[in-house]
């Protein structure tokens, strides 16, 4: 079936350092990619739309020069959190989906640590 | 998106069948229920989704009231690795977005 990577698993990091996260699409092509962040015992919040060849849509709160997102190719999705500091700490998830109405495929997380 | 609605939390004893419950009254005609799971410290996984008929897979059922207000997702025999947050979703028609709300943490015991 579909299948969706994310690299890395796992970083912890000075503050003040940028960090990218990268989703991909396996065996199949998104032209649209989403970006989720959770926080501890909390549900997933939507940050921004991925899309292929144009510019990210953000969720009203999300700093778009705070999180940088590239969408270069039809399998490749990379979330750059620039300049983290520890309230940048947390789970973040990537998804994809080829087909409207069909379900999107979620990667496995990057939980990201900031000190 | 219709608004879900899932009760917080359930409890099902081992190798029982787990019947989670979700009311979407304000679902369109044409908009899908979807079921995903999230095990702790891990990406949602896709569990079923349907539109109006009942929906079987390896996983699970998914049973959906004729007025299309409510759903339940059904673990014919609930296993400890069962143990997540359930979320029920139904997105805008065609929208591909997933909007998770706060599921239901289903913990099975032995």
């Known amino acids: 079936g579909a299948v969706v990577s994310q690299h890395p698993s796992w970083v912890i990091c000075k503050s003040g350092t940028s960090v990218k996260i990268e989703c991909r699409s396996l065996d199949f092509q998104a032209t649209t990619m989403f970006w989720y962040r959770q926080f501890p015992k909390q549900s997933l919040m939507l940050m921004a739309t991925?899309?292929?060849?144009?510019?990210?849509?953000?969720e009203q709160g999300v700093e778009k020069d705070k999180f940088l997102i590239n969408h270069a190719s039809l399998t490749l999705s990379t979330l750059t959190v620039t300049s983290a500091h520890p309230e940048d700490s947390s789970f973040y998830i990537c998804?994809?989906?080829?087909?409207?109405?069909?379900?999107?495929?979620f990667g496995d997380g990057t939980r990201l640590s900031i000190l | 998106d219709a608004k879900t609605t899932q009760p917080p939390s359930m409890d099902c004893a081992e190798g029982r069948a787990a019947n989670l419950p979700c009311n979407h009254s304000?679902?369109?005609?044409?908009?899908?229920v979807y079921w995903y799971r999230q095990i702790h410290s891990q990406g949602p996984q896709y569990i079923i989704h349907?539109?109006?008929n009942n929906e079987t897979n390896e996983m699970a059922s998914l049973i959906i009231t004729e007025d299309r207000k409510s759903s339940t997702l059904i673990l014919p025999h609930a296993t400890l690795r069962d143990t997540a947050v359930y979320y029920c979703i139904a997105p805008s028609e065609g929208y591909q977005k997933v909007t998770f709300g706060t599921g239901t943490k289903l913990q099975v015991i032995p």
């Open positions: 349907g539109l109006k």
């Open positions: 998804s994809a989906g080829g087909v409207v109405n069909q379900p999107q495929h």
């Open positions: 991925s899309n292929e060849g144009s510019k990210a849509t953000y």
């Open positions: 304000t679902i369109s005609g044409n908009e899908y």
